[in-house]
């Protein structure tokens, strides 16, 4: 792919239901994940790599800046959702991103269908409390889907790496 054809991956939420449909009819296994991506790290980016091998086409739900602003607090995101997007949609595991401004990305997970719902290891696939639920799972079961949680690679967090620079530039006590 070219460097400036990531763009075209970025789609809203009607064109990528009609484009999974048409991957899966074609025998593609389709793989969805979702989050904030507020500051892509090596954590991210190693989630990302094995959610990927778990089918043949990755699908990745980003938080909108309002969303992120409800879930995260004020000052979050640090990084807009259109750069957010686009950083996705530039790695090569990742071959959708789809901004959703709701809270949750259920009705994302209701139009793609995926067969693999993917979450970071802080996620239970058993949870039934609102903290620890991986949204969209009971829907992916009730089709033959499967839910899947990977570990998350220790220390890596966009939390992290804020405080580390407020730290840096004498924000932040120690």
Known sequence: MQNNSFASRILDISHIG???????KSGSRIVFTNGCFDILHLGHVEYLRQSAELGDILVVGVNSDNSVQRLKGEGRPIVPEGERAALLAALRSVDYVSIFDEDTPLNLIEAIRPDVLVKGGDYDPAALDGSRYIVGSDLVRSYGGEVKVID???GRSTTNIVSAVLRAYG???E
């Open 171 to 173: 924000q932040v006590g």
């Open 18 to 24: 009609d484009l999974c449909e048409q991957l899966r």
């Open 152 to 154: 998350l690679v220790e």
